[in-house]
């Protein structure tokens, strides 16, 4: 086991910069999450620390020692990958067993090994058979025995549910909590489903375009979001953001104004335009609510019903409730009612305006 540092770790590709001044510890123990849209550079920077890619300026650590120059075979991390990547003529248990082979450890402790940790994922009853016979969900534990067997320091997991259908995803992504909370290995976990980040992570590092944005606890992420696109990237659906111009403890919006709690420390005089963002769970329909908008679409999901409005100036605003008393007209005009002790105000460079929110 051991702790993770990335010190101004930068990967360049000619013109791209695929990570850009990566600056983040992960604890021994860790279950880090590393999060962000499609190209934002997770995979990137996953392979930089198991040693599939060369850094081109900063450094990485793991347990003290900077392994930029290391061989990835000297790292002691495992990778599981979105493709299982196992041998299609080996078995189960010699598919688990291969690591243990390189390493010429012999027989029996193999055997050993291979059984404890086949037990541990529940494929006992599997080890005969060829990944050919298995199902995604199968072959995606494969991958993982493959992984612990070795008893890393470091785990390294890159999108490894998302080859397998919805169910499954929930059941694998529990078992692989459970598994790394028993075990306590450090591990980095890249997903762009911000679901399965915030349910699984100790920590969520949100990326976007190669530059961290955020790294913090689930749910500090989701009530304090460091910037706009944090704010949008977590939720589903995501934080409303609003053009506003912001006086005092209100911010003047289309169609009406938001009221704040409290004044923003250092924007407390004169007027000066901001983004205000407000969850749709902190919204609701209400005769007496300060904002005019019209009902666009309502999306009626069982538990809950998300009411998408339109405000005067086109911007969208959704409003999601627990269920609808009445469930309003497409069309009809409507007020918005906003939780004061819930706006997230936002600078004009898209920056978190401290003391917005609780
Ligand atoms: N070998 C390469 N040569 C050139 N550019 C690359 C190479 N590998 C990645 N890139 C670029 O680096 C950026 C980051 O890619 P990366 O694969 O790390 O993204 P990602 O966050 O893992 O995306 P996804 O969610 O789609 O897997 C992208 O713009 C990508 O096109
Ligand atoms: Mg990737």
Do not use: W
Not at 59 to 71: E, K
Not at 86 to 113: C, I, S, W
Not at 121 to 127: H, N, Q, T
Request: include cysteine; aromatic fraction near 4%.
């Amino acid at each position: 086991m051991a702790e993770v540092t990335f010190d101004a770790v930068t990967k360049r590709y000619g013109d791209v910069t695929a990570v850009d001044r990566l600056e983040m510890a992960i604890p021994d123990g860790e279950l880090l999450v590393l999060l962000g849209p499609s190209g934002c550079g997770k995979t990137t920077a996953l392979r930089m620390v198991a040693g599939l890619e060369e850094l081109s300026e900063g450094d990485i650590t793991i347990g003290n020692r900077v392994v930029n120059d290391v061989d990835p075979k000297e790292r002691d991390v495992a990778m599981v990958f979105q493709s299982y990547a196992l041998y299609p003529h080996l078995t189960v248990a010699k598919n688990v067993e291969f690591p243990l082979r390189q390493r010429g450890m012999d027989k029996a402790e193999r055997e050993k090994r291979v059984l404890e940790v086949a037990r541990t994922l529940g494929l006992d009853d599997l080890l005969d058979r060829k990944p050919a016979q298995l199902s995604g969900g199968q072959r995606q534990r494969v991958a993982l025995a493959r992984a612990i067997v070795r008893d890393p320091q470091v785990f390294l997991m890159d999108e490894p549910l998302s080859n397998l259908d919805a169910t499954l995803r929930v059941q694998t992504r529990a078992d692989i909590v459970a598994l790394q909370h028993r075990l306590g290995t450090t591990t980095i976990y890249v997903t762009h489903d911000q679901v399965e980040a915030m349910t699984m992570g100790n920590r969520i590092a949100v990326m976007d375009r190669g530059v961290l944005q955020q790294v913090a606890p689930p749910q500090d992420l989701y009530d304090r979001p460091a910037n706009t696109f944090v704010a949008a990237f977590l939720g589903s659906p995501g934080m409303n953001l609003l053009d506003g111009e912001l006086d005092g403890t209100s911010v003047r919006v289309a169609g009406g104004s938001i009221e704040l709690a409290e004044a923003v420390p250092g924007r407390d005089v004169g007027a000066s335009p901001v983004t205000v963002g407000v969850r749709p769970e902190h919204l609701r329909l209400d005769a007496a609510g300060t904002v005019a908008a019209t009902v666009r679409l309502v999306e009626m999901l069982g538990a809950e019903t998300h009411v998408i409005c339109r405000l005067e100036d086109g911007a969208q605003l959704v409003v999601r409730q627990e269920a609808v008393v009445e469930r309003p007209a497409l069309g009809a005009n409507v007020r918005v009612a906003v939780e004061s002790q819930s706006v997230h105000v936002f600078g004009a460079d898209g920056t978190r305006l401290e003391g917005s929110t609780r």
